[in-house]
């Protein structure tokens, strides 16, 4: 991302996986200026990428988040030059798709599932997607 990502743009952004940012990146959340709210199912992953306090604040103040603070917050995993941001876009995927589907797809699934679970409950779910891989590759 780079330049302004104001309300929609914003949302669209944390729908996102994985986000890179920019130097010039300004995310901002205006709607409850005039007199609306997010409505574009971003408020659920805002609140779980930075905290209810610093969301409820990101969204009554409406203030620009930049980059640096979009990295330190856990709103976006990089902060480059504008100028780099196509290198590192493309190095991101190529990383990510050197990666067996299928493993990519649990992992995903995995790291979802441990918002919610209590530790047993995803050590279980590793360990079955685990064999289940595993399986998977012995049968080839």
């Known amino acids: 991302m780079h330049g302004h990502a104001i309300g929609a743009g914003f949302q669209l952004a944390l729908a996102c996986d994985l986000r890179i940012v920019a130097d010039d990146v300004q995310l901002a959340m205006r709607e409850t200026s005039l007199g609306l709210v997010p409505d ?5 992953p805002l609140v779980r990428l930075v905290g209810y306090s ?6 009554l103040t409406g203030r620009a988040v930049g980059a640096r603070e979009a990295v330190d917050c856990g709103l976006a995993s990089l902060s480059v030059p504008l ?3 196509d290198e590192a876009t493309r ?9 067996p589907p299928a ?8 790291l979802r599932a441990a918002e919610s679970s209590t530790p047993e409950q995803q050590q279980y779910a590793e360990r ?13």
């Open 40 to 44: 574009l199912a971003g408020t659920h």
């Open 54 to 59: 610093r969301a409820l604040e990101i969204c």
């Open 103 to 110: 493993a990519v797809l649990e992992l995903k699934r995995l």
């Open 83 to 85: 100028a780099e941001l």
């Open 91 to 99: 190095d991101l995927a190529d990383a990510v798709l050197a990666n």
């Open 128 to 140: 079955t997607t685990q064999a289940r891989l595993l399986s998977a590759l012995t049968a080839r």
